[in-house]
């Protein structure tokens, strides 16, 4: 019996080992992958192209993640979203992320995608000559009041020193038949989504088209960027790296000019009502707007524009006090 | 009939405000997902004044548009209640419209009108247009047989006549249908607002989502919900005066 008992407990013993052992042995990739939500800012269209990069590639699962990449949109706010917990990482604007710092939210920036603002202004040079800021005196200029480009057209103004009844404000939204008529002089559009399907409409109609940019003015208005929660980044640490390495090798290939086919490929597999030589256009305005020189890091946090944009904020009294912009700013990747 | 139709509005209103903080506290949300009491309040001084110019901006857009759907559902509904193919076809053609989403049209509207008063008026129209629409011709090719049979024997049925027998005889229906179209006058005209107009609450709703301030959309849902209520019962009030005008009769 004592022997019979004896056997009994070497052989449990023995199983529980080679079990042990087995599982040490098993591969990186059967480990089950660590499921997180994403949700971009926008629907999917050229600005989000690395993002769908990562998740199409495969580069989240291979860093042990399953990543759900869900579409923004005018409704969808993903710094709500993180704080209600329904989603772990997400894409908001710099001016989104001051507002809800400043009242509490709990979020920290983690990468920064576009280092210049792709909110430009259309005008048609040969209609509206813009050579100085001094040349808007006396333009009626497109803005969506309470958007960004309100923000960024009224800092301009204000650092020129034009006064608002120097220029006309005109509301804008959609529809761009005020701007086709000639009634507004100047309209706002995202110059790698809009300007080029835009440009395309004039171009065809005979006229000539420029885009003014504020960042070149000296308006350095951050806009999208990765944000996560301050307890995520305290307690799974390890998941942020290797969402945030994912996500930035997936951009970096995505704007790589050697993968562009492929990046168009993603992004019409996702999008399929714009046509294949607009994406192109687009692909290469997003490059220059995310990547302003060859060797350029994808997803440093310029923490001089932040400032700006929370300066700015501030003299427009969007927030009501100052927030220090520079205490949310927490690059995963240092570089 | 005020005070009853102010404090249903008052209660619901609370209660889903009393859910909304009891979400915030429980889950420890900050303000910038549902806002504090006092930032509301804050919000709610600063905002209430030029809040309420814009409902009422709104509500006269609704009264207009509700006006001009009721004598436009009217016209067609008295011709869509022919038996002949011209009466089938309206019918046809209604319910089809009625199945278009009115964000889709409405930029159609706003190239070929601008983005003025004529377009918050003609969306407003639409969206409480069909209902009523479908009521009246239902109502109106409704047979009231028991009192057109009389006229019809004595060949004295025209249609004028038949027209006004059945809207008599279904008085309490139609009278309905236009108070509860009232409520998607207000709706339509919001959504014109914030699709694309520069005036009116919807288009200060539309700002305030701009700038994610859920605060000024309470404020902004507070007193849609008040002007909404007084324009409902001024309805019903006019409703309780022809039917007793009619009884009288």
Known sequence: ?335 | MLHRRIYQFLMIYFIGFAALMLVKYSLNLSDYVIPSLSEIWITCRRYFGLYLLAVINTLSVAILGHILSICMATVVGIIGRLTIWIGSFIRVAAYNIQAYPIVAVAPIIFILLGDGLSSRLLIAAMICYFPLLLSIIGVLSEPVTEIEHFFESTRRMNWKLQVKIRAFENTHKLITVIVGSATLAMVGTIVAEFIAANAGIGYSIRIALYQSDLAKILVALFLIGICTSVYLVFLEWLGIIIKRHIGSV
């Not at chain 1, 089950?32 to 990562?54: C, F, H, M, Q, T």
């Not at chain 1, 969808?76 to 979203?81: L, Q, S």
């Not at chain 1, 809009?194 to 409409?201: C, L, S, V």
């Open chain 1, 1 to 335: 019996m004592q022997r019979y008992l004896f056997h009994q407990i070497v052989s449990a013993a023995v199983s529980m080992i080679l079990v042990l052992i087995l599982a040490g042995c098993a591969p990186e990739a059967e480990k089950p992958l660590e499921e997180v939500n994403y949700r971009l800012k926008w629907l999917y269209n050229i600005s989000v192209v690395g993002d769908l990069y990562a998740l199409d590639s495969g580069l989240f699962s291979k860093h042990g993640l399953a990543v759900n990449v869900k579409p923004g949109g005018p409704e969808k706010d993903a710094i709500k979203e993180l704080e209600l917990g329904h989603a772990q990482f997400g894409v908001a604007s710099a001016d989104q992320v001051i507002r809800a710092v400043s009242k509490g939210s709990p979020i920290v920036v983690i990468a920064q995608l576009f280092q210049i603002n792709p909110l430009h202004w259309i005008f048609r040079p040969d209609k509206t000559p813009l050579k100085t800021p001094q040349d808007l005196k006396g333009l009626t200029i497109g803005i969506t009041h309470g958007g960004n480009d309100e923000t960024i057209m009224r800092a301009l103004l204000a650092k020129y020193g034009i006064q608002e009844s120097e220029v006309n404000l005109f509301s804008v939204r959609y529809d761009y038949t005020p701007f086709y008529q000639g009634k507004v002089d100047l309209w706002p559009l995202y110059r790698n989504a809009q300007a080029p399907i835009i440009g395309a409409k004039l171009q065809k109609a005979g006229e000539r088209f420029d885009l003014m940019d504020p960042s070149r003015l000296g308006i350095r208005l951050v806009a999208n960027s990765v944000v996560t929660t301050r307890k995520m980044l305290e307690e799974r640490r390890e998941t942020v790296e290797k969402f945030i390495e994912a996500l930035l090798q997936g951009w970096q290939e995505a704007l790589d000019p050697a993968n562009t086919d492929k990046a168009i490929d993603l992004v019409l597999k996702y999008n399929k009502e714009t046509p294949e030589e607009i994406v192109r256009q687009q692909l290469a305005a997003t490059r220059v707007l995310m990547m302003p020189s060859a060797n350029f890091e994808f997803g440093t946090i310029d923490t001089a524009a932040w400032q700006q944009t929370e300066d700015i904020m501030l003299a427009q009294k969007l927030i009501p006090v100052r927030v220090y912009v520079e205490k949310l700013l927490k690059p995963i990747k240092e570089w």
